[in-house]
């Protein structure tokens, strides 16, 4: 049905829709008139049913907690600046969302990510990864490492699913949803869609790597996303990456909030 939000409008002015379904009937005659109540009643009931799904569908929200995970924090092998401020903000949040996914990096220990897999070549410089531009990392979230562990200060009881990421050895995954080359899914959509997910908002790490990989593909997937800017903290490894990815989630129609 195309009147998902004006039905909304209607539930909340119960009236509306009614009155309006009166309305088309009243120029007809005594006998049609209330078989145009009739069927107003009749389809006012109907609407206020789907009314009622639009409602529960429009109204649900997931938060994806991204990548908040030691070896991001500081300390960690591939710290974040100031990483640890996001989990403040990831605690408070989830509480008022009925879902809470969190994503986690999730490495074979041997990952073609990792600077370490390829001799003579330094953390930070670029390389073609199967046809695919991968920066070379320092070794983090390794399967089964501590610091792969999601950080112990968020409330992890309140974590309704946790989806990994990164474990193909030869290709990297910045998105919560699909590896570097968009081949594999995560399983991340259809989880979502399992149950009925129409908006997703995010906080965690990195902002220039995976919160922005993650957003972008989240939007262009067509749930509606936001982005809690103080929930966020980038790798920044050229001045200026963590503004542009700012940029480029807004260009996308992804909120900045
Ligand atoms: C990330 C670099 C490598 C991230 C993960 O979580 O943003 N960045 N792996
Ligand atoms: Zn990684």
Redesign the pocket.
């Known amino acids: 049905m195309h009147f998902g939000r004006e039905i909304v409008i209607g539930i909340r002015n119960l009236l509306i829709p009614f009155s309006g379904v009166m309305a088309t009937f009243r120029g007809c005659g005594g006998w049609q008139r209330f078989q145009g109540t009739y069927y107003s009643l009749r389809l006012s009931l109907q609407w206020v049913q789907e009314d009622f799904f639009h409602l529960i569908e429009l109204t649900m929200k997931a938060l994806l907690l991204?990548?908040i995970?030691n070896d991001?924090l500081p300390g960690g092998a591939?710290a974040?600046t100031d990483g640890d401020q996001v989990i403040p903000v990831a605690n408070r949040l989830m509480s008022q969302f009925p879902l809470v996914v969190a994503?986690q990096?999730w490495?074979p220990r041997n990952h073609r990510?990792f600077a370490s897999q390829h001799p003579g070549r330094n953390v930070g410089e670029v390389i073609s990864l199967n046809g695919v531009n991968q920066?070379l990392?320092p070794d983090?979230?390794v399967q089964g490492s501590i610091g792969a562990q999601l950080a112990p200060e968020l409330n992890l009881e309140v974590i309704d699913h946790v989806v990994q990421k990164?474990t193909d050895v030869l290709i990297?995954?910045?998105s919560g949803f699909f590896d570097n080359d968009h081949r594999k899914s995560t399983g991340l959509d259809q989880l979502l869609r399992d149950q009925s997910v129409t908006e997703v908002q995010l906080v965690?790490?990195?902002?220039?790597?995976?919160?922005?990989?993650t957003a972008l593909d989240a939007v262009s997937l067509g749930f509606k996303t936001s982005v809690v800017i103080e929930g966020i903290r980038?790798?920044e490894l050229s001045p200026g990456d963590c503004a542009r990815a700012i940029d480029e989630m807004l260009s996308a129609g992804i909120e900045i909030i």
Do not use: N, P
Not at 204 to 213: E, I, Q, W
């Open positions: 991204i990548d995970q991001f591939l974040v994503t990096d490495h990510s920066v990392w983090h979230c990164g990297d995954s910045y965690g790490l990195a902002t220039d790597y995976c919160v922005k990989f980038g790798v």
